[in-house]
DNA sequence: TGCAATCCTTCGATATTCGAACTAAAATTT
DNA sequence: AAATTTTAGTTCGAATATCGAAGGATTGCA
């Protein structure tokens, strides 16, 4: 039986997530962020088309009124601005400001600095974004076509 | 030039971490918890000694009086029990009831059932679980001894 | 014994997340 | 084309989470 693997990757990935927050918790402090909207700012890549408030949403797993309140933090630090879609008015697309892509770049370079993940040989953290990329593609494939079911097995 | 695989192990896992949690927002409330005391209740192995407050506070990376508040949750919901340590009368432990114990059984079945990654081979499984697992150990070891500064080393 | 350190809790302040209800702008129906 | 429905985003109020400061109890030490 595998599972133990399993359990064991499912157990590091979580204690992975959980000890590189606390090491950047003095980081998000200095740039005078939070984690949750250090990693909405992680979110929005300068060098691609602006995110909808939508598309930001689905990225980060949460719903639309919790996106207004974290992008409202970037907007209130001038990290971002909000611009009206020209081709659907309806939408709204969050823009980096010099501030923001500068303070993003910050984040970046301190996240890869601090994570555990730098112990590794190139041969691993290949490894590692390689199979764990591909583990999320499949995912997420999965979950948008057919499965609907996800009920709680009691039988234990 | 590698820091490209580093950048998209760190990336990956955290959004392994947050599909991870939106997956199991439903079983969640289900079983009348939320994601913060799940991630504690899961860390009281019944199989293991109970637990002290200073423990658990340190596996989750949170401070005393958070840990007090999640333990609160558990113990309203009958899940868990704080008893004081014989030797040392300034601790409490956090003992598992029945309850407790089948909720926890229950969350870690569902989240190796919703997991992205369960879709992974024996092979990737054993590779990531002892890669991260690799991380996390040297991760912590270096950073309780020695080398108070962490500073970023570019050496590399 | 007296003092400092440790373990945990309480309290107040701030942050986060969500559902319900709302506005504005499309898309669809009739 | 007017009416209806759907979609994108915001506002508001409630529940939860997290932290620093301060306090109580117990232990360790001089």
Known sequence: MDDGFLARAVRANHELFLLTSDRMAATFAELDITSSTASLLLEIDPEQEPPTMKALAGRLYCNAPNLTFLIDQLVARGMVERVRATKDRRQRAAVLTGKGEHTRATLMDVALAISPLRHLTTEERTAVASILEG????AKASSTEGDPL????STR
């Open 135 to 138: 583990a999320l593609t499949r």
């Open 150 to 153: 996800t009920t709680v097995d």
